[in-house]
Structures are given as C-alpha cells and as structure tokens.
C-alpha cells in the first residue's frame, strides 16, 4: 500500500507532498512496525551534556535546604507600545538607593539590579533592561525561564490593548505572577480604576478589590509611585515564589544579550541562576566557549564575581551566544571547547534534518 493509503486508514488525509506532525509520525511507526522517537532538541542537549558528565536537573534535585540562600527577584516590563515600558525602566534604575552614591547606572548592558530599601532592609531586584514580550518569548522559546515576575504596564489614559493582552497572555502561560503598573496617572483624563476593571476580565483583579493580584499607580515621567512599585514587586516574590539558589557550586545561568564589541570582542551580558561565577572559569554559552577574563555590572565596575540573580557583563568569549542561550562553567578550557564544538555539530545536523523533513511521501512512494 502506498504510504497515502496507509495513513488514510489512520485517519489521516494527506497529499502526496505534505509533511506530517509528530503524533501522525508515530502512529505511522506503530503501523509500519517501526518504532519512531522524536527526540527535541531539549532532551539531545540533555544527553549532550550527560556526555560530559554533566546532569543539571540532577544537580538542582540533589541540592538540600542548608545549600540554598536567598536570591533576587527577575523581573521583565511587559505592555502595549507607547505605555512606557522604557520610560518606566529608566524611573526604576534612578530609584536606586544604593547606586544614587556610586554615581548611578551608567552601562545598557541587558539587565540591572536595583536595591529598595523597606523598614530599614534593603534588598535587591533584576530587572531585565529589554522590554516588550519579544525578548520574553525569544527566551523562553531556548527554553529559558529567567522572569519571576512581570509588571504589566497600562496606560490609564489608554487602557487594555492588544499587546496588553498578548503579553499578559504570555505571562500567564509562563505561571508567572504579574504587577501591573497604571502608568501616565499625572495626565489629566487618566482613569486608574477603568484599569483595574478592564483587567478583572483576564483574571487579574486587584487586591483593594479583592483580588491577589498588586496595582500601583505610578508617573514613570515624574517618577511618581516607583517605591511603591519596587515594594509590590518584593511582597509578590515573598507571597508565592521560592527565589532560593545555591551559591556555592560552578555557575549555570543563561545569556540574556550579547553582542560584538568593537575592542573588546564578544561581550554577553549573563545572569547566574545558580553557583558563582568567577574571572578565570571555563564557560559555554550555546555554541560560544571561553575563559573569563573580565566581568563588569552595571556601574561599569570590574568585579571578581557574581552570584545568583546579579547580571553582568563577560568578556572572553571566542563568539557571540543568542540571546536566551543558557551557559554553564565547565570544568577546563578543553571541556568548553568540546561542549562547544559539539552542540555546534549538532546544530547543523538539525538544519539538515529540517530541511530532509521537507521530503515528500511522494519520495517515500518511490523508494
Ligand atoms: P514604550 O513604548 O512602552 O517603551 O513607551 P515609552 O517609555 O517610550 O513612552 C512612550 C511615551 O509616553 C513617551 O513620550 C514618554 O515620555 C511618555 N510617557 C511615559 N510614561 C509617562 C508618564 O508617566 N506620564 C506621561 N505624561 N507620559 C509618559
Ligand atoms: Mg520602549
């Protein structure tokens, strides 16, 4: 029987030239008498990794209590074009109470950490500095899942639009717990509670309302409200996430942007999810390897290392990574490399896959 009949019988109504999703692949090997894996490009760098005695879930499970210390928040601004996302971020870095004395944020390097200081703790917070949901799907796309938190923003002389939605969508989808900033609240015409009522129809339904979800009225222009921002950003984290990470182990975490530097070469801006990376490791980030030579935060200043949460800029890649690439240090420059020329190896094999799944039944017919 041709392989048309064959999957006419499945149930399936295929052409001749079409190609077939993955549950009609494997019904077609249990009906041929093959046995099909389809295996994700997930699960292959898993094995990839296990190779080299690497096994990072294993890593994570066996970690006990006494091994796990506090870590900051990450958070990513979300919204509609033109409700202030980047205005709101640039508000949030000024509101820092530790950087107003060392001179204030000075480099774009990807992410920054902020420090907000309630009943006399202060405590830190990652913001990631590229807003919109882009960046948000492009990671977790690579699998990565480096937001804890989401502030929505809304314009109140605006209100729900699409990208609101989308990105609250998204959001939601990721389980992650959203703050929603009602922005513009100095324009005359604002309208904060039509904010508030137009969000209880996608489950987000504010707490003065009886809800579990935090609002907060700010002016990102006049830097009105951050505070009290920064302050709902913390009491979600401690109201439903568990942002502990062991500190002292080699450092796993994912490159959140990179980019060519004229003379200094491959720069990656990297947040360490767990352990401490340090100037000297052997690391890979997607197919990019390197030792580090140099680290720098926000400030512009050298550090020697960064521990959970802090984002900071590398320098010693021998290439550029994605964004969203997850990195981790291995052992010596040698195992880097081979991880690196590896997955490099892999990558390609997958485009060529891609491109013979294009092959049609028609060719399978006359084989
Ligand atoms: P984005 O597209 O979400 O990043 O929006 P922007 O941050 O670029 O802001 C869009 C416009 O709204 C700019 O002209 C901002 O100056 C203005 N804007 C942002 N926040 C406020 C605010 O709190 N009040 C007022 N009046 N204007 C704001
Ligand atoms: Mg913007």
Redesign the pocket.
């Known amino acids: 029987a041709s392989l048309v009949t064959v999957l006419f019988h499945l149930g399936e109504m295929a052409t001749a030239t079409q190609s077939l999703d993955e549950d009609t692949f494997e019904a077609l090997g249990v009906e041929l008498g093959y046995k099909i894996q389809i295996v994700s490009p997930e699960d292959e760098d898993k094995e990839l990794l296990e190779d080299f005695g690497l096994d990072l879930d294993a890593e994570l499970e066996a970690e006990t209590d006494e091994e796990l210390e506090p870590r900051a928040p990450i958070v990513t ?1 979300m ?13 949030i870095r000024h509101a820092d109470v530790i950087s107003g004395e060392a001179g204030g944020i000075t480099q774009h390097i990807g992410a920054y950490q902020v420090h907000h200081e309630h009943d006399g703790v202060t405590r830190a917070i990652t913001f990631i500095d590229t ?2 949901h882009e960046a948000f799907t492009a990671m977790r796309a690579r699998g990565a899942q480096v937001t804890d938190i989401a502030i929505l ?1 809304v ?1 109140a ?1 605006d209100g729900v639009m699409p990208q609101t939605i989308e990105a609250l969508n998204h959001a939601q989808a990721a389980n992650v717990p959203i703050v929603v900033a009602v ?5 005359e015409g604002a309208n904060p509670d039509k904010i508030r009522q137009q969000l209880t129809e996608y489950n987000l339904v504010a707490e003065e309302w009886g809800g579990d979800t935090m609002f907060v009225d ?5 830097g ?1 409200g951050i505070d009290e921002l920064l302050q709902a950003v913390l009491l979600t984290a401690d109201a439903g996430l568990d942002l502990r990470a062991n500190p002292n182990k080699d450092a796993r975490g994912v490159a959140v942007e990179a980019h060519l530097d004229k003379g200094r070469g491959a720069v990656a801006t990297v947040l360490v999810n767990s352990g401490t990376l340090r100037v000297g490791d052997a690391i890979v980030a997607g197919t990019a390897h390197g030792r580090v030579r140099a680290m720098f935060d926000e400030h512009d200043n050298l550090v020697t290392e960064a521990t959970p949460a802090r984002p900071v800029l590398v320098i010693g890649l021998t290439s550029v990574p994605g964004a969203g690439d997850s990195f981790i240090v291995a052992e010596d420059d040698r195992t880097a490399r081979q991880i690196a020329e590896k997955r490099a190896a892999a990558e390609r094999a997958a485009q060529l896959a891609k491109r013979r799944k294009r092959i049609s039944l028609e060719d399978f017919n006359k084989a």
């Open positions: 601004v919204g509609h074009v033109d409700h202030g996302k980047t205005r709101l971020l640039d508000a807003p919109g923003v314009a002389d922005n513009k609240v100095d324009k700010v002016s990102a222009l006049k009105q």
